[in-house]
Every structure is written in structure tokens, then in C-alpha cells.
């Protein structure tokens, strides 16, 4: 018998008989499943797509609520609204195919349990109708990897895996007669598919990696098996270098719980393969458990770092679970009292999300009042057979170094304080370094937005510097660099955290030091820089702002790069401080927000804030997006000007029911110290410096004095573990070639534009230069190209010919207008034939100027070309394309004018060709100068500029 849990069914039965609270799980469940007995199954017929559209309101921005028996009216959850199109079918598509492979689970798992036959054959007729199916979805038009019934190859991954554990529990039950078909028609292709995309440290190969295996454990292919069990890219390898030393994940919070949940049933077939994690590994893969709740706000939700969704609930069937599972690897009183304060009876209204749930592909959903009988199958499988016992735990102030979260908790946790910045969190970490949070219970006042969704526009927003409490410079976003802890330390009436970037710009560095004592907390952002820079800080939403003149309008640019934010600033108005004393200095009192956007619910809490500058200082405010799934709101920001700064703030807020804040007054003087006297409700001086031990606070009361002296120093600041691979595949590549580029004459390069510039140097691009999507280089799909390097007295000279082998195919519009993308937040034109060209300097170490640039087609002759600019304020070259005269392909040439190139005799350049044939959504594969290899997949029209070829100009 194969199984993929290390499963004692019989002991299993017991703890799940009637009467137990896992038996009321079981019994819920087959309460569930009872209506899909009887009924044909929902399985779409058509392959799920992911568009701009597809799944959301387009009001509220909210996912659509997912109705396994309602394919075609889809309904807003906020709006009441229903509405129908194919893009909103083929969204639902997805969430079918994995809620009727989750249900075979069930009813796999309830047959193993309780012998129903009803629930055998439900489980074998799912399994059977997805094998014979599985052929007719194409492989094509996908977003992340190659799959059939998906767009991404991780939903395909949990798909597979749940149809491997429905296929493991009904053997293990004795059912022996439709093994055979689903292994022929669906493992073996499925997870030959899967294991084609390997997608490195990623949450999502943690799935395709569990459902690789599993599938081969299944399949009989020990052999296979152990091969993937060694290496980069394997199960252990992503348990070792995916979770950090605290066990949380590397990539955020978010991802932390997805990837967590696939490390479960890797860790759990290991051990059916009677391969345990070494002890260190399994207590860090334990800790994985416990380390989100570190970060638990105020109001029970997570907090919205990096990529993570906005204000997600804990109170959610799904977290229930993963306590239980955690609790039954290992009896945890942390766990216990987490599981006592989710089974609590608070919360919203019942739920029926894990009727409509989707496997591990899971939508959060409100809050909700918990039971043991809310779980799923894995833990009616793997929970304790005993109830958890009783138990309290409520996180404190805690420090989690690599992560980046640094917390500061008051009233007994219902204030809390955030210093974010620690490692960059790969693709899905946000440029926040030394961004602030602070919460009251329900009320947000410095919030995180997290990210909103991944095919809207305003995911360029949520991932701007611009969007959090957090500083940059000269508009630009932050560079993906780490955040060191300089110091943390927390006495109860009084902590710390200090936290230091050394690159927030080139030549830029910044420290910041929050101090938190009951009722107010310090904040000071010291920075220098090697160059006259300007230095903006966000410091709050909507507030009314005090010691200031009127309002101007202003405007605001900043550096032009699609994720700096400022393409999303309206109705700009700046104030310049008058400086006094060469300090200025401004109040505000705050107003609050709630998770999903709208006023909190009233705790009587008032925040006001005090902030001085030294030196020129502008303060400004703009509308700007919400949080996802609202509308605008009022930011408001402060710019500093200098070569050094100091901004030094203090915000003080009441206690619930009160009235009065706990600071009466505040006296800052960012240029001398102390920087902060503060005297509060009582009559207490409090005066704020730094000190070479950590941080001095003396204390005047009643004509007493006394001090208070924090430490907690870090002796080593460097963050350890910081492991982004930034460079690896720049390492990987070796050498950079360097290519002597001939000079020829103009009549040369104004000659007929279709045929080979003579006296050029030439490359030819093929096998080796292809970067694919679902598609290898070969047969049908084996495109082509020559390309032409030369430079005039006065141009650098691109030619290139692709042999496509179709004739010319772009998304429409006009040579001066691209259309808009129905498919997602990229430009349009990456979806095209057509030719990105990168250039950059030997000391840039950002591309100077790109342009993405497609043939227009239906033009009269000369042929007309689309040209964008990929660099704000970037040079253009002179473009023009030509069809192929066999119309299989096409002709382009761009002249990059000499003296708008960074270096008129050395320049590093990189060409991206784009192949889409005509019977495609998307483009099928690139060519690439600097070399192929990987995969084609969310690149846009994004290029790392350590790539390219060196150019010297003969």
C-alpha cells in the first residue's frame, strides 16, 4: 500500500467516530459532500485564463465570490452586484477544477474513515473524469509555467497533489480499479509537465515539488524519486534555504503561509518515505507555525507586508487548521492558546467558506466564529485525536531580524509599533526598508497597504517606496537592498528599535530610531548623502495639519520609473516651512482607518503627531490610491533637501475612552540634544538623546529626576543570512562578451533596410538564444534571427531580421498609441513580434535608455514602427521595420544617436526579440542576445542590467 501521510487508519477510525470532535469534522464534511453525490461534476470545460477583468468587481476591486455551481453569474461580496462575461467565466474555471479535485479528497478520506461506498465512488468519478479530460485543455497562453487546465504551473502542482492524495486514500481503503487510468492519463503527464519549470527558492516550487513526488511515490519510480531529493531545487534544499533561522519564509508573510502549507505535506511524505527532517530542520520547520502570529495586529490580522494581501483575518477556518496541524507535530502551548482565542466564539458570523473552498489556492474571507468541525480533511486525517487543551498566548514585543519585523507592543498589545527591514525578500518584497507601522485595536494610522492584484495597474503602486512610511530619494523608489538591526531591546514602560539601510540611493544612507514608552513613541530619521539630494518621507494619510501657512498647488514627478509611484499622485499641494531657528516644525492630528478601508470601529482614540526638520523642508500632500479595494486618499509627505537631514517626530495618541493624550507637549530640536522633550499629562519631562550605550531618557518629576537607559546593541549589524541571489544568474553567465563593433559608411545603413548590413559585425540567434514559455526550441516553434551591429560617424546601428515563421502580429493601435492590455498590468506591445533594446553605461548600474519597439502592421509604406520609451527621460533611436518578403517574419533597425549614448566609445547593450504566432494570446518565446536559457514567463518588458554584450565603438 503507498501512501503519501504516515497514516494508522485504524487508529484513525477510532478518533473520528461519531460523538468525537473529530467526528464532527467528518460528519460536516459528508454533510458537504452530500448534494455532489447525485449531481454531474462541475469540471469547465475550457482551460481557466487569467485577464485584467477576469474574477473582480470592477467598482471595489474585490474577487468575485466563487460559486462551484455557478459558472457563469459571478457576484461582488461588497456591491451585491452579479456579472458575466467569458473573462469572468474562465476566472472561475480555476477555482472549479480545484474545488472538485479537493472534494475527491474528502470523499476519499471519509470512504478510508467511515467505508461509505457513496464516497468511493464519488472520489473514483472525479478521478476518472479528470484523467480523461486532462489531454483537452491545451498547454498555451499561460502566465507562470507551463500547464493544461491552469494559467500558472503551481495551481496545476495543488491540483495534482490533491488528486494524488484522493488516489492514495481510496487505495488505502481497498479500492484497487482506477488507479491504473489516472496514473496512466493524468500522474505521469501531469507531473512530467511540472517537473519541466523549475522555478528555484520559490513558494511555488515548494508545490510543484511535493506534487512531483508524490506523483512519482505513486507511480512506482523509486529511482526518480531519489533524485529529487538531492540538490538545488529539492524538497530539503527548499526547507534549509527557504525558511529562515526563525522558521518563517523568506519571501514575507503571504508567502510564508503558502509555501508553509506546502512544506506540510512535503515534510509529512518524508516521513511516510521514512525520510524525518534532521531535528534542527524540523524545529525550524515547527517554528514555521508560530512566526506570522509574531506580527498578529491589534485587530487579530496580519500585517500586510511585501506582496501579502490587505488586512487578512486570522479568524479564518484555514488558520485554525494549520494551529491544529502544528499542534499535533509538536504539543505547543503557544499553538494551544492561539487555537483557544480562535475557537473563542468571537468573531463574524458563521462562515461557509470551506464549502466553496478551493484546495490550497485559498481566498481569505471575513472573520468568523470557529469550531473544531470548520477544518478540512488534513486535519480530520493528521489533527490530534484530542481536543487542543486550553491554553492563552498573546505575542509580545519581538524581533525578527532576517524577516525585517521589528514590533513594540503597549496595552497589553492593543498598541503596536513596527520598524520594518531586514532582508529584500526576493521578487515579492517591497522597497519599505525603514517603513513605520502603528496601530491602535482597530484603528490604523501608519499602515502597510500590502499588494492588491497582481494584474491591475495599481500593483506598480502598492510596490512604490511612495506607498509605505518609508523613505527615498530623488523620487525613486528604493533599490532592493537589506536593512540592518542596529539595536532592539524592550523594558515594558520603554523599548527600542534602531534600524540602518547603507544604500537607500547610490551614495545614500539612512538610520532610523523608534523609541516607545507609554503613550508616545519617538521617531528620528538620520540620513547623509555623498551628493545634494532630495530625501521624501511619508509620514501620514489623512490628517489635519497645524503651525503651517495655506496650501499651494505644486507638482510632483519623480523619477519615472514605473514602480516610484508618483504616476499615481493627484492634486498635488505643498506648504514650505518657514524655518525658525533654521528648524521647522509642524502638528497634525491623524484620522484613523479601519481594515477594509472605512472608519474603525470607535474606540474614542485621538493621535497627534509633532514633526521638525532642519533645513529646507517642503511639506506636501496629494491624493493618492487606498488601500486595495478602495478609492483614493489624502497622503501626506515631507521633502528634505541637503546633502544630510534629520527629521525628528513624536506621536502620541490617548487611551481608549479617553479623551486627553498622554503628551501635552512636545519641544523638538533636530539640530542639538536633547532632540525630544516631551512633558506629559502628569507634569513629566521626558528628554530623548542618543547615547553611546543606546538611548538616554531622563525623567523630571515633581523635582525628582530620574533616567532610563536602553541598550540592546546588536554587536553584529550585518543581516544575517541576507541570501537574495541577486547575482547568481549574472555569476552563472560568466564573462560578458565584448564585441568590436566596425564603423561603416551612411549609405551602407540607408540602403534597403531587408537585406544584411555590409561590413557589420554579425551574430546569428537561435537554439541557444531562446527563452521559452510552454514551448521548446524545435520543429514548429524554432525561430530565428540575424542581427547587425555597426555605428556611423553619428549613430550606433541595430539591424535585426527574425525569421518567425508567420507573418507580423501585434495587439493593434497606431504607430503613435499602444492599446490597452486586457490580459494584464505589462504593456501591451510585450505581447507582440517586436524588439526591446537595452543600453547602458560601464558604471550604470541601471539600463540609461530601453525602448520596446513593434511593427506596425496595416500602414503605408515607409514601414511604420511603435516606439516606447522603457527610461524616463531615456534617448530614442530611429526606428523602421519591414515585413519579411516571404511574410515569415520581419526587418528592424534602430540608430541610436552617439551623442545621447552614456559613452561614445565603449557601451553595454542587450536585444530581446519577441515571437507571438497568430494563434496566441500571448508571446511564445524570446530571443535573446546575451544568451537563452529559464523561462519567458512575468519577464514584461523588465531586463537585468547585468546582462548584455560590451560594445566598443571601432
Not at 531580524?401 to 532582508?423: K, P, T
Amino acid at each position: 500500500m503507498t501512501q503519501l501521510l504516515p497514516l494508522d487508519l485504524a487508529a484513525r477510525r477510532a478518533a473520528t467516530a461519531s460523538g468525537t470532535s473529530l467526528g464532527a469534522l467528518a460528519d460536516a464534511l459528508a454533510a458537504e459532500l452530500a448534494p455532489l453525490l447525485e449531481r454531474s461534476l462541475p469540471i469547465p470545460t475550457q482551460k481557466a485564463r487569467l485577464t485584467r477583468i477576469g474574477g473582480r468587481c470592477p467598482d471595489h476591486g474585490l474577487l468575485l465570490e466563487f460559486d462551484p455551481w455557478a459558472p457563469h453569474d459571478h457576484r461582488c461580496p461588497r456591491c451585491d452586484m452579479v456579472y458575466r462575461g467569458r473573462e469572468h467565466d474562465d476566472w472561475w474555471a480555476m477555482g472549479a477544477q480545484l474545488w472538485v479535485v479537493e472534494r475527491a479528497v474528502h470523499a476519499a478520506a471519509l470512504f478510508a474513515l467511515r467505508g461509505d461506498p457513496a464516497h468511493s465512488r464519488l472520489a473514483s468519478r472525479i478521478l476518472r473524469e479528470l484523467a480523461m479530460r486532462y489531454p483537452t485543455w491545451p498547454n498555451r497562453d499561460n502566465v507562470l509555467g507551463p500547464t493544461r487546465p491552469f494559467f500558472s504551473t503551481y495551481l496545476e502542482s495543488i491540483w495534482l497533489l490533491n488528486a494524488c492524495h484522493a488516489l492514495a486514500l481510496l487505495e488505502s481503503a481497498g479500492v484497487s480499479d482506477v488507479g491504473g487510468m489516472v496514473r496512466d492519463q493524468l500522474l505521469a503527464p501531469s507531473g512530467t509537465l511540472i517537473a519541466s519549470y523549475p522555478e528555484g527558492r520559490s513558494n511555488r516550487q515548494v508545490w510543484n515539488e511535493v506534487a512531483v513526488l508524490s506523483a512519482l511515490h505513486l507511480l512506482g519510480d523509486t529511482r526518480a524519486c531519489e533524485r529529487r531529493l538531492e540538490g538545488n531545487g529539492s524538497l530539503p534544499w527548499l526547507l534549509a534555504e527557504g525558511l529562515l533561522a526563525d522558521g518563517s519564509w523568506y519571501e514575507g508573510e503571504n508567502y510564508h503561509q503558502f509555501a508553509h502549507r506546502g512544506l506540510w505535506y512535503g515534510v509529512y511524505l518524508l516521513r511516510a518515505l521514512g525520510r524525518p527532517l534532521v531535528p534542527a530542520l524540523d524545529a525550524r520547520f515547527h517554528a514555521g507555525f508560530l512566526t506570522p502570529f509574531a506580527g498578529l495586529l491589534p485587530d487579530d490580522t496580519l500585517p500586510s507586508r511585501r506582496d501579502s494581501p490587505y488586512a487578512v483575518s486570522v479568524r479564518q477556518w484555514r488558520y485554525a487548521e494549520w494551529c491544529e496541524l502544528g499542534h499535533a507535530h509538536r504539543a505547543d502551548r503557544r499553538l494551544a492558546g492561539l487555537l483557544a482565542r480562535l475557537y473563542d466564539g468571537t468573531g463574524g458570523p458563521p462562515s461557509d467558506a470551506r464549502r466553496r473552498s478551493t484546495a490550497d489556492a485559498e481566498r481569505n474571507v471575513a472573520s468568523s466564529m470557529l469550531t473544531r468541525a470548520d477544518c478540512s480533511w488534513r486535519a480530520l486525517l493528521m489533527a490530534s485525536p484530542d481536543p487542543v487543551p486550553a491554553g492563552q498566548w498573546t505575542p509580545g514585543s519581538v524581533v525578527q531580524a532576517q524577516q525585517g519585523l521589528a514590533v513594540l507592543r503597549r496595552e497589553s498589545g492593543r498598541i503596536y509599533v513596527a520598524l520594518e527591514g531586514g532582508i529584500a525578500g526576493g521578487g515579492h518584497g517591497h522597497p519599505d526598508r525603514l517603513a513605520l507601522t502603528l496601530q491602535a485595536d482597530a484603528e490604523r494610522w501608519l499602515d502597510d497597504p500590502g499588494a492588491g492584484s497582481y494584474v491591475e495597474r495599481t500593483l506598480h503602486w502598492y510596490r512604490s517606496t511612495l506607498a509605505h512610511h518609508a523613505p527615498l530619494v530623488n523620487g525613486a523608489s528604493q533599490p532592493p537592498e537589506p536593512a540592518r538591526l542596529l539595536a532592539f531591546e524592550d523594558r515594558g514602560g520603554a523599548g527600542w528599535v534602531r534600524k540602518r539601510v547603507d544604500e537607500l540611493a547610490p551614495g545614500v544612507s539612512a538610520t532610523r530610531t523608534v523609541v516607545v514608552c507609554d503613550g508616545y513613541l519617538v521617531d528620528v530619521l538620520d540620513w547623509e548623502s555623498e551628493a545634494e539630494v532630495t530625501l521624501t518621507l511619508p509620514l501620514a494619510g489623512p490628517a489635519v495639519v497645524h503651525d503651517i501657512g495655506t496650501w499651494r498647488s505644486g507638482e510632483r514627478d519623480g523619477a519615472g520609473g514605473l514602480e516610484d509611484g508618483y504616476d499615481f499622485v493627484d492634486d498635488v499641494e505643498e506648504a514650505v516651512l518657514p524655518p525658525s531657528s533654521d528648524v521647522a516644525v509642524f502638528t497634525f492630528d491623524a484620522i484613523a482607518h479601519g481594515g477594509a478601508g472605512a472608519p474603525p470601529p470607535p474606540s474614542g482614540r485621538r493621535m497627534r503627531a509633532w514633526y521638525a526638520t532642519h533645513g529646507a523642508s517642503t511639506l506636501w500632500r496629494a491624493s493618492t490610491p487606498g488601500v486595495p479595494g478602495t478609492r483614493s486618499t489624502l497622503r501626506h509627505l515631507l521633502d528634505q533637501q541637503g546633502r544630510r537631514g534629520c527629521i525628528v517626530g513624536v506621536w502620541s495618541w490617548s487611551r481608549a475612552g479617553a479623551e486627553d493624550l498622554e503628551v501635552a507637549r512636545v519641544h523638538l530640536t533636530p539640530q542639538a540634544t536633547p532632540l525630544v522633550q516631551i512633558t506629559t499629562r502628569d507634569g513629566t519631562v521626558a528628554s530623548h538623546e542618543p547615547a553611546p550605550h543606546g538611548w538616554h531618557i531622563g525623567l523630571l518629576a515633581r523635582h525628582a529626576r530620574s533616567s532610563i537607559d536602553l541598550e540592546g546593541l546588536v554587536a553584529d549589524a550585518a543581516v544575517a543570512g541576507e541570501n537574495d541571489r541577486r547575482d547568481e544568474e549574472r555569476l552563472a553567465r560568466g564573462a560578458v562578451p565584448v564585441v568590436r563593433v566596425p564603423r561603416v559608411p551612411v549609405s551602407a545603413v540607408d540602403g534597403p533596410l531587408t537585406t544584411a548590413l555590409t561590413g557589420a559585425h554579425h551574430v546569428r540567434l537561435g537554439h541557444e538564444a531562446y527563452v521559452p514559455t510552454e514551448e521548446p526550441w524545435g520543429d514548429a516553434n524554432a525561430p530565428a534571427a540575424s542581427v547587425w551591429l555597426a555605428h556611423t560617424e553619428s549613430a550606433l546601428i541595430v539591424r535585426v531580421a527574425m525569421e518567425s515563421g508567420h507573418g507580423i502580429v501585434t495587439p493593434g493601435g497606431s504607430v503613435a498609441s499602444m492599446p490597452d492590455n486586457p490580459l494584464d498590468n505589462e504593456r501591451a506591445d510585450v505581447n507582440a513580434d517586436g524588439l526591446q533594446c537595452y543600453v547602458r553605461g560601464a558604471a550604470d548600474r541601471a539600463w540609461r535608455a530601453a525602448v520596446l519597439v513593434v511593427p506596425v502592421v496595416g500602414h503605408a509604406a515607409p514601414p511604420a514602427a511603435r516606439v516606447t520609451s522603457l527610461v524616463t527621460n531615456g534617448a530614442i533611436p530611429t526606428c523602421a521595420a519591414a515585413s519579411r518578403s516571404d511574410g515569415r517574419g520581419w526587418w528592424m533597425q534602430l540608430a541610436w544617436p552617439l551623442e545621447a549614448l552614456p559613452d561614445r566609445e565603449t557601451v553595454h547593450v542587450d536585444l530581446v526579440l519577441n515571437e507571438r504566432p497568430p494563434d496566441r494570446a500571448r508571446r511564445r518565446g524570446q530571443l535573446v542576445l546575451s544568451g537563452g536559457g529559464g523561462f519567458g514567463y512575468l519577464r514584461g518588458d523588465r531586463h537585468p542590467p547585468s546582462h548584455g554584450w560590451v560594445l566598443h565603438l571601432a
